[in-house]
T-cell receptor, first 115, second 115 residues
Framework: NAGVTQTPKFQVLKTGQSMTLQCAQDMNHEYMSWYRQDPGMGLRLIHYSVGAGITDQGEVPNGYNVSRSTTEDFPLRLLSAAPSQTSVYFC??????????????FGPGTRLTVL | AQSVAQPEDQVNVAEGNPLTVKCTYSVSGNPYLFWYVQYPNRGLQFLLKYITGDNLVKGSYGFEAEFNKSQTSFHLKKPSALVSDSALYFCAVRVFSGGYNKLIFGAGTRLAVHP
């Protein structure tokens, strides 16, 4: 299993540009999520999905869109990049179920810089 | 509000000495608690979890954590630190909000083990 994969690993954007961060998992996990990691702030949840066709907002959703057309893929879209979106982005997945421990599996991250 | 606090930005330990990384939480109901580790330029990796049962939980790489309900704490411990343990450690709590489970992370504690 490849686990959780993310592309690209690094990206530099200019203010106002758009882009999509890709995330895929091959573990048949229902739950997928996007976090951003900023120094001194830990990880903050941007959006999450509990299955194909179902998404919802996390703590910091503004400026980001997501969709979940398949179980495997969960892309994150920045429609108009801003310098405040400079961060490291992690995608994670897990099994869904209240009875489970929901250990999350994380991708290697995408380091995004917005100039 | 439900939250997790890691009061130390950095912990310095000499190799061979015991280490403790502190975590306190504030949640309603019974907490589901996790520790994750992040090595440089990598995604987070699961270390251990507390769901129910024994207050002392054993995890990967010789780490353990002690759940203390009266002090609302879940400190990470290891009897003898290794230089290779140097990394960023995150405490997290699972909360049930909006109909689904989500993880709330602490800000992280950087562990530096010196030879």
């Amino acid at each position: 299993n490849a686990g959780v994969t993310q592309t690209p690993k690094f990206q530099v954007l200019k203010t106002g540009q758009s882009m999509t961060l890709q995330c895929a998992q091959d573990m048949n996990h229902e739950y997928m999520s996007w976090y951003r990691q900023d120094p001194g702030m830990g990880l903050r949840l941007i959006h999450y999905s509990v299955g194909a066709g179902i998404t919802d907002q996390g703590e910091v959703p503004n400026g980001y869109n997501v969709s979940r057309s398949t179980t495997e893929d969960f892309p994150l879209r920045l429609l108009s990049a801003a310098p405040s979106q400079t961060s490291v982005y992690f995608c994670a997945s897990s099994y869904l179920g209240l009875a489970y421990d929901n250990e999350q599996f994380f991708g290697p991250g995408t380091r995004l810089t917005v100039l | 509000a439900q939250s997790v606090a890691q009061p130390e930005d950095q912990v310095n330990v000499a190799e061979g000495n015991p280490l403790t990384v502190k975590c306190t939480y504030s949640v309603s109901g019974n907490p589901y608690l996790f520790w994750y580790v992040q090595y440089p330029n990598r995604g987070l990796q699961f270390l251990l979890k507390y769901i129910t049962g024994d207050n002392l939980v054993k995890g990967s790489y010789g780490f353990e954590a002690e759940f203390n309900k009266s002090q609302t704490s879940f400190h990470l411990k290891k009897p003898s630190a290794l230089v290779s343990d140097s990394a960023l450690y995150f405490c997290a709590v699972r909360v049930f909000s909006g109909g689904y489970n989500k993880l709330i992370f602490g800000a992280g504690t950087r562990l530096a083990v010196h030879p």
